[in-house]
């Protein structure tokens, strides 16, 4: 799918799929949430420049309600090679980025400013998955 201009998967969060001897797998940690409010949004994209944060180049897609503190997500992946995720807390729940007040994340963690428009780079975000389940964890930001 790395090679199509179409969505992935909207799937549900199923976290046997990151037990023991499963794989090939994201284990997403979230960390951070600020409310119980709203919908919590993690998406897995190939890490590549073309794909990365593009409208409908995702490969898969959980959507759930928020929780505050801490949130675990399941992602499998087609073959072992290099993701990035991206995780979006809409805390209003509307559909809507309202920088004001959602929250949002990235793999490895990297650091946002305005002059990024709070989108950093594929290099900065990606990392490699290999046979099993790799667990990121990501630490939400809020304005």
């Known amino acids: 799918m790395t090679g199509t201009a179409s969505a992935g998967s909207v799937i549900s969060?199923?976290?046997?799929?990151?037990?023991?001897?499963?794989?090939?797998?994201?284990?997403?940690?979230?960390?951070?949430?600020?409310?119980?409010?709203?919908?919590?949004?993690?998406?897995?994209?190939?890490?590549?420049?073309?794909?990365?944060?593009?409208?409908?180049?995702?490969l898969q897609r959980i959507e759930t309600g928020a929780r505050a503190g801490t949130m675990s997500f399941c992602l499998p992946v087609g073959s072992a090679g290099n993701y990035a995720?991206?995780?979006?807390?809409?805390?209003?729940?509307?559909?809507?980025?309202?920088i004001s007040s959602d929250g949002g994340g990235f793999s490895n963690n990297p650091s946002i400013n305005v002059l990024n428009l709070g989108k950093p780079s594929v290099g900065k975000v990606s990392f490699y998955v290999g046979s099993g389940v790799t667990t990121v964890t990501i630490n939400m930001k809020y304005m």
Do not use: F
């Open 85 to 98: 995720i991206a995780v979006r807390h809409d805390k209003n729940g509307n559909g809507s980025t309202d």
């Open 13 to 58: 969060n199923d976290m046997s799929r990151c037990s023991a001897g499963q794989g090939p797998a994201v284990k997403v940690v979230v960390q951070g949430v600020k409310s119980s409010t709203g919908k919590m949004r993690v998406q897995s994209y190939p890490a590549t420049k073309a794909a990365w944060l593009t409208k409908g180049r995702w």
